[in-house]
């Protein structure tokens, strides 16, 4: 009940109350109170002040589990994350992605509102990156709305020279609305034709089948094996505390909310660690079973058919057979890329496999099979009926493969 207060306390803008020791609730001119209760550094610039905290993570230390990493994407992570740069090219010169001296840069907002526009204020943005020495997570923090475009310049300066943007649903919202607040106070946008990787879509496509949603809170705990503080704030509550500290001047309610920043840009750093660690061949091809076999079929799946999307059909196909023993649908994708190959027999073998256990479509491709490449027609006929039986219907214009298959036998004189 007492955690239940001071959360109801924060979003009302009074959770001095909710602390033993009172803090004055007076501006501090020099923005040091404010500063000091949130761990972090006030800097003045012409006229206007913005507060930054900094943390260091030493190799290794992503959630205990995954390493840094470092230098530049993965050349397949890199072709993903060009994509969104197509549209507007950039005129700067750049390291390639994959160079380890690329500038890998991790971002993340907190916000006004969930709308977008030109009411909304991303008050705090965290942006992450590598060096030599580990992981850097740096938050600026905006104090008031007359300070936006110094805290906007600040934040400018430490985008420049990104050969690369990481994000979580970034694409729909972080970006957007960070260019737009640039926009609005004429500077220019530092992330202009820089690649952005965001990694919601690829989380989608890897897990949304074996996972409840695929929140970053959801991959995280279910994916990278974190659990966030107690101290960890509600993302629907985030506003509602930033309003209040205006009206409040007490800061202490948001330091949920920094650690909440950091949380995520902790996470998407790990994330694109264990992605990453996905893409080698030892992960690609594994077939040993771990825990959780259908999930991690499924995830095996998911990687397997978002490298096909990307053109690596050979690293696609050694995920499919990796995970074909377990799941259905990678024996069928096996198959299909088999066939584009010309390895017939080889698709065959899972088309029969698949059409034992009742799959129409595999006795569909087997009839295919016997009649144009072994001249088979009565066992076209037979798998055409097999098809019928497990569940084949007119969409997949059986009757007219009968048809013409009867015929074609009526003609050889069978």
């Not at 809170?217 to 659990?227: F, I, P, Q, S």
């Not at 129409?360 to 099979?369: P, T």
């Amino acid at each position: 009940m007492s955690d239940l207060l001071d959360r109801l306390r924060a979003l009302r803008g009074d959770a001095a109350e909710a602390e033993a020791v009172p803090e004055p609730r007076a501006p501090d001119p020099a923005w040091g109170g404010v500063a000091a209760q949130l761990g972090a550094a006030s800097v003045v610039a012409g006229n206007g002040v913005h507060l930054v905290r900094r943390a260091r993570l030493a190799h290794g230390a992503l959630h205990g589990r995954w390493p840094v990493g470092g230098g530049g994407l993965h050349p397949w992570l890199g072709r993903w994350a060009s994509r969104s740069a197509r549209a507007v090219p950039s005129r700067r010169a750049s390291t390639p992605l994959d160079d380890d001296r690329a500038k890998v840069v991790y971002l993340d907002t907190e916000t006004t509102g969930l709308a977008g526009g030109t009411g909304t204020y991303a008050f705090l943005v965290g942006v992450g990156t590598h060096d030599a020495d580990g992981f850097t997570v740096e938050q600026l923090f905006l104090p008031g709305p007359e300070h936006e475009r110094v805290y906007l310049t600040a934040l400018s300066e430490r985008l420049v020279g990104a050969t690369a943007v990481v994000s979580y649903n970034g694409a729909s919202f972080d970006l957007p609305l960070v260019r737009t607040r640039f926009a609005m106070h004429g500077l220019p946008d530092p992330l202009e034709g820089v690649p952005h990787l965001d990694l919601l879509p690829l989380a989608r496509r890897l897990w949304r089948r074996s996972l409840p949603d695929c929140t970053l809170g959801t991959v995280e705990r279910e994916v990278l094996g974190a659990r966030r503080s107690a101290r960890d704030v509600p993302g629907a509550e985030v506003p509602a505390r930033y309003l209040a500290f205006l009206r409040s001047r007490d800061a202490r309610p948001l330091r949920g909310v920094l650690e909440h920043n950091r949380d995520d840009i902790v996470a998407l750093a790990a994330m694109r660690s264990r992605i990453e660690e996905m893409l080698t061949p030892e992960e690609t091809t594994r077939t040993t079973a771990r825990p959780q076999p259908t999930r991690d079929a499924l995830e095996l799946h998911g990687l397997a058919r978002w490298l096909e999307a990307i053109g690596e059909a050979d690293a696609a196909l050694a995920g499919y057979l990796a995970a074909e023993d377990r799941l259905p649908d990678a024996a069928w994708d096996a198959a299909r890329l088999l066939r584009r190959r010309r390895r017939f027999g080889e698709a065959a073998a899972r088309w029969s496999r698949l059409a034992a256990d009742g799959d129409a479509r595999a006795w569909i491709e087997l009839a295919k099979h016997r009649e144009h490449r072994l001249g088979d027609v009565s066992g076209a006929l037979d798998a055409l009926e097999a098809a019928r039986r497990c569940g084949g219907t007119r969409h997949d214009d059986l009757e007219r493969r009968r048809a013409r298959l009867l015929a074609r036998a009526a003609r050889d004189g069978g």
